[in-house]
């Protein structure tokens, strides 16, 4: 997916980014991509290539979310225990596909939701 080893990040406390920081380097992930309120309505590919139009922002469910963007399988599989080690909660964990890719951010999670809900239905 590109080229651009990155994590993109949504809901995370100044806390909880120190720690996904020092699992960044730990892991040597790339780097890190704060995603804002202001920024929602960009696509994942606009948010990894690195614009970040301010636009206004439109209100989402409090979800915390990582995206991992051209990771190995070794990499993600190691930097989700640590994530889940690390951070409280349970962050939606979502890999950027060819079709996630071109989705607004406020999109993706809405469909990551509904599946998540969806598995949680199935799983009763």
């Known amino acids: 997916m590109d080229n651009n080893k990155c994590l993109l990040i949504y809901g995370f406390n100044q806390d909880e980014k120190e720690k ?5 380097e730990e892991e040597g992930l790339g780097k890190i991509i704060e995603i804002t309120d202001t920024m929602t309505s960009m696509t994942v590919r606009n948010l990894i290539d690195g614009l970040h139009l301010e636009v206004l922002a439109k209100a989402l469910p409090q979800e915390k979310v990582i ?3 051209n990771l190995s399988d070794k990499e993600l599989e190691a930097s989700i225990k640590s994530i889940r080690g ?11 596909t060819p079709t996630s890719i071109e989705w607004t951010f406020a999109d993706l999670l809405e469909h990551l939701i509904e599946e998540r809900e969806f598995f949680r239905n199935r799983q009763k």
């Open 20 to 24: 996904l920081e020092k699992i960044k």
């Open 86 to 96: 690390s951070v409280g909660g349970h962050p939606i964990f979502a890999i950027v």
């Open 67 to 69: 995206l991992f963007n």
